[in-house]
């Protein structure tokens, strides 16, 4: 009767190899590496602002199934007059305390501000939108320094650009002292935190005091 157990296989070499990388990272898509980046930027916040919206609309469906018909409420809602003055104030205060913060940011995060963004996510603003404003703003030094690489000046840039002359001008002077790797640095680590927090990998708020760590 023949032996169901095959016999074992002659052991020989390996020929296997470590998979070589991909280099699809290094690539330049766009013709442009910082237009990459500002593309690469505009997705993450899109996803953002979209999940945003997702959630505030499968909130009006959960308090409409309770009888509460809070989207027709809020169309029709009306402020009063003090109302609107506090929420004017409130706009004021943290575009201040905003404004601050892109004051403090570049070359370098100072330790003003970490406790600026510190002190906007716990007074209200989702941390992930103090990074979105921190994004804004970076993309818009990066531009910035892109014309100035081709020679434009102050009265080009403003001519050319959609931004407050007083926005661009600061944009100018900080943009003149600041590296492009060190814009297109900061892009990328504020993109890997938008991802780290969505996946679950670590908190906005602790998230947002390693991005500007890593800054």
Known sequence: MANPTPPPKASHPSYA????????????WLGNPHVD???TMMVA????VWASRQRMAIMEKVLAA?????TEAVARYSPSPDEYAGWEAERQAMAERIFKLTDN????????????????????M????VAYRMARHVALILAVRARQDRGESLSDVKSQMSEHPFVLQKAFETARDTDPNSLEAALRAIRDYEWEVKSGQIGAELGLDVLLARM
């Not at 190899?17 to 330049?28: C, G, L, N, P, R």
């Not at 309770?66 to 809070?70: D, L």
Request: hydrophobic share 35%; aromatic share 0%; charged share 15%.
């Open 17 to 28: 190899s470590t998979a070589i990388k991909s280099d699809t990272d290094q690539q330049v």
């Open 37 to 39: 980046n500002l593309m």
């Open 45 to 48: 916040l899109s996803s953002e």
């Open 66 to 70: 309770k009888g509460v018909a809070v």
């Open 105 to 124: 940011l570049l070359p370098h995060p100072t330790p003003e501000a970490l406790n600026i963004a510190r002190g906007l996510s716990r007074g209200g």
């Open 126 to 129: 989702q941390p992930t939108s």
